[in-house]
């Protein structure tokens, strides 16, 4: 890649805006010293924070709007008076060319909404498909959807399949991810209709793609393949579920180790030990939304600035891959094999 | 109740067998002084434990059989061979009228199966439904179902409502347990057909239960709700998602404390606190089998002693209650409710 990257960026998006954003755009931009960046937002907030980084500035130009979409819009509201924002310029910018991506802390179905309609979808999704990075003990599996579209037919699992294995060699560098298609067990018999059709269409072999099975709900942390594939409905109740674990356990945790001093001088002494555990078991704050003509990535909206300079190097890394290409290569298969499993249908006598 | 309870025990079930089976009767019958057990199994094998047990011996009848259950024995192999095992003779005491519960810690497909083909269903489940007590910060919440049965309409789901709620009450005392409906937010446009439409059975008013809405996945650690529906799909990868999210955070924990030796010498000053935290986190391994003609528990095929113990508690407490009479008063509203709402969308123009 010769060209300039240029990255487009959401600055008012989150609890925090500019005091969080800025930095961590300014620590992105050590890291990809190529890049320019284009910052949408009020100038008056995002120009004394962008003074104290040069090495930003040198490279950042700011494009001012009074204009910004609260973190508890509805999508339909954003949709409807969202045009001029930081949020829809920041993705206007890639619709227009100017950017290879675009980068918000802000609202996520106010997000999605804008996106798919600025950007138009590349696929026929109800809406674009949320992505999990689940922390596991060899590292984080892909799980997607997690939200985003809650009916799914056969066809939709395996186009999630499709992208998540090649998001997940764009963004984590695994040369050949593994795939499993989450159910109740692992006998083909198992499950849901489309389940047991996704899997038979996934196990033909015609597709690019290293496809294990099905995985259940404890395979996630155990990181038993790299791309886990689900319904939005599945989805978004497993990562809330894992959520809700996670946060009882901690709180659960903290009672214990406040219990008596003893324990307490304990937990002094483990810091260290419980620091690192802690950073384990939080997930990475950015997801791609996925299935739009462009690269879009959502940053948490309580993101500090470490959590948003991830954000801004996933776009980037995201924009640079070979991701849109091979998606269209898989997804041509996917039409041949449906159309070939239709016509053997017809064949055979109903 | 005037009648001595029976309870019926299938003593060869799980990894352990007599060894823990028998003490854990014997523990449930200190705290039953009034009931008689029915102990199935191989004699050879009961009898020296239960020369242990006088005060239990005292109150017990050994049903010698030769045949058990393996606890990888496929259902319907199980179904086929059990007859005479003393999973079998433990239920099949239930249905003929000799014994007011059963329990085994024996494999859950065969157990299903069998107590279905012996005892039949009371409710058109294709499987008894499986029970969760999830625990949480201010309790256990009871889940619904976590595996049986897979494809459920509304019908089903409120079923599983009207189930879980009389249980709770049954089992944990609480005089009006809170229901919630799992869904992937609380408004009530989202979510499956299924279960907007289940909502808004519930939602109606017509059934004598404290209906809360919806949950969502972080709802049950939560104990937002007493009583959490959802479809036997959601509802195992749920429970699996978080068994493997609770054994992933005890695994880096326990790295995290083993990172240093301060960190060691810490983690033994907190060590009484790390282990009320274990046992905080450890849910009840009794579940019941619900929907069938007859009560029968579930103990975790790696109970001891201390398990098996509550199982036989659980079953007992369950047997005693006004559960059978509570369900047949709100299936019938139930049946009511939905004729009335053909009715109403029969005079709708469609």
Request: proline share 4%; net charge negative; hydrophobic share 40%.
């Amino acid at each position: 890649m010769t060209r300039t990257q240029v990255l487009s960026i959401d600055m008012m998006g989150g609890d925090h805006g500019p005091p969080e954003t800025v930095p961590g755009v300014a620590q992105a931009a050590e890291a990809l010293p190529a890049a320019r960046f284009l910052l949408h937002g009020d100038e008056a907030k995002i120009g004394p924070e962008l003074e104290r980084h040069p090495g930003l500035k040198a490279r950042a130009e700011i494009r001012h709007t009074d204009k910004s979409i609260a973190s508890d819009e509805k999508p339909a509201v954003a949709l409807r008076r969202g045009k001029g924002s930081s949020m829809w310029n920041a993705i206007e910018a890639v619709k227009a060319g100017e950017a290879d991506a675009a980068i918000s802390s802000g609202n996520t179905g106010g997000l999605m909404a804008i996106s798919k309609l600025v950007l138009r979808m590349s696929i026929d999704f109800d809406r674009p498909c949320l992505v999990a990075s689940w922390p596991g003990a060899k590292g984080l599996t892909t799980v997607l959807d997690v939200g985003a579209n809650i009916d799914c037919d056969a066809e939709r699992l395996v186009e999630f399949a499709i992208m998540g294995e090649a998001f997940h060699r764009a963004v984590h560098g695994v040369a050949r991810p593994t795939v499993g298609l989450i159910n109740v067990g692992s006998e083909d018999v198992k499950g849901h209709e489309e389940v047991r059709e996704a899997h038979a269409i996934l196990s033909s072999g015609k597709f690019d793609l290293d496809y294990r099975g099905f995985v259940e709900g404890d395979d996630l942390s155990k990181n038993t393949v790299d791309v886990a594939v689900t319904d939005g409905f599945t989805g978004n109740i497993m990562l809330k579920t894992a959520e809700g674990t996670g946060r009882y356990v901690e709180q659960a945790l903290k009672g214990a180790l406040t219990s008596s001093p003893i324990a307490m001088l304990g937990a002094m002494l483990a810091r260290g030990g419980l620091l690192q555990f802690r950073e384990k078991l939080n997930p990475p704050r950015a997801a791609p939304l996925l299935g739009l003509n462009g690269v879009v990535v959502k940053s948490h909206g309580g993101a500090k600035a470490r959590d948003f300079r991830d954000a801004v190097l996933m776009a980037s890394g995201f924009a640079q891959s070979d991701f849109a290409a091979e998606i269209e290569r898989n997804m041509k298969r996917l039409s041949a094999a449906l159309a070939e499993s239709q016509a053997s249908t017809v064949e055979e006598p109903s």
